[in-house]
């Protein structure tokens, strides 16, 4: 089984460049799933029903987000629905609308999609990460759901290697989201977990994560309020592809994608 994955995808630029390089993308590797971190889909924050139905169409089966899923009013209402294909993090608090994880239907086989949120240097108080993840693996294994991808949004690569050997031969993947800076320490763990610390983003490469770099420069050097707008130009891809053992549940190969689409 073939995994495609996206990393934090900001605005229209990364919503066009996704839309634009997808054939190319399904031509080359013949995903049997494509996932999306979508928490910047609406200019920058956030997500709408117009921005979701955009990437749907292009072929993007199930998103994961992160800490900003909420940022647009029509959130509460996308995620609530019983048949929502937006996932937000698992280990917020009891009470909390929406799902963190979700079984799917891929071919003859199932697979679950897992969303969770680190707690290092986010100003809100998450529930843990690690018991989240330990408590929906045994209702997956209860399922018998042997791949098991998990979009872990976190800000420090510590706490997503921890968590990675942590879930080492119980999950399938591990792909991090949040910074929107592609690391390159993609592998398999030894006990079969692809893993890569962050896939990346698919936002405006002359930017700051994929915002405009003079309005992040202002902010930097004034301290002073400053509106941040999605920047525009040539757009950085960054993706990822697993392939996945049904049979095992492992992972036998990860690779990073890295593509520069123009406007």
Known sequence: MTILFFGDIVGRPGRMAVKKILPELEKAYSPDLIIANCENLAHGKGVTVETLEDLRKAGVRIFTSGNHIFSQKQAIDIVSRKDSDVLRPANYPP????????????????????????????????????????????????????????????????????????????????????????????????????????????GVQDSVIGVDKDLVLKDFLTQMPVKMEVAEGDILLNAIVCEINSATGKAVKIERIKKIVPA
């Open 95 to 202: 009470g909390a609308p929406g799902q963190g994880f979700k079984i799917l239907e891929v071919g003859t086989e199932k697979v679950a999609v897992v969303n969770l949120v680190g707690r290092v240097f986010f100003k809100e108080d998450f529930d843990c990460p690690f018991r989240a993840a330990a408590a929906i693996l045994v209702e997956l294994s209860e399922k018998k759901v042997k791949v098991i991808i998990i979009d872990f949004h976190a800000e420090a690569s510590s706490e997503s290697v921890a968590l990675a050997w942590y879930l080492d031969g119980r999950a399938s993947l591990l792909a991090g989201t949040h910074t929107h800076i592609q690391t390159a320490d993609e592998r398999v763990l030894p006990c079969g977990l692809g893993y890569i610390t962050d896939v990346g983003m698919v």
